[in-house]
Nanobody, 115 residues
């Protein structure tokens, strides 16, 4: 499975960005897909993900009500709509796919929110 993210950039606080992740390869075998982020000096953390089976979503408390994860099964993509961005959202955002028992990561896309 290969993952390619796009859509990062620089935005002012209160603004919006939309990230996309395109999956290729044996996409039918993907169990879970989601978004993680890693800020400088911090551990990588879950932002939002579809649960196993894709029936529901899981969000970090810090982004609930501001971020929305969505997917397009026909295009094998997931997206992350980020609204009301805050400086603390600044991080490298990674797309993740779990194909039991392997975890795949995209190359990451930088999101910078200025105050």
């Amino acid at each position: 499975v290969q993952l390619v993210e796009s859509g990062g950039g620089l935005v002012q606080a209160g603004g919006s960005l939309r990230l996309s992740c395109a999956a290729s390869g044996t996409t039918f075998s993907i169990n879970v897909m989601g978004w993680y982020r890693q800020a400088p000096g911090k551990q990588r953390e879950l932002v939002a993900a579809f649960t196993s089976g894709g029936g529901s979503t899981n969000y970090a408390d810090s982004v609930k009500g501001r971020f929305t994860i969505s997917r397009d099964n026909a295009k094998n993509t997931i997206s992350l709509q980020m609204n009301s961005l805050k400086p603390e959202d600044t991080a490298i955002y990674y797309c993740q796919a779990y194909v039991r028992p392997i975890i795949y990561w995209g190359q990451g896309t930088q999101v910078t929110v200025s105050s």
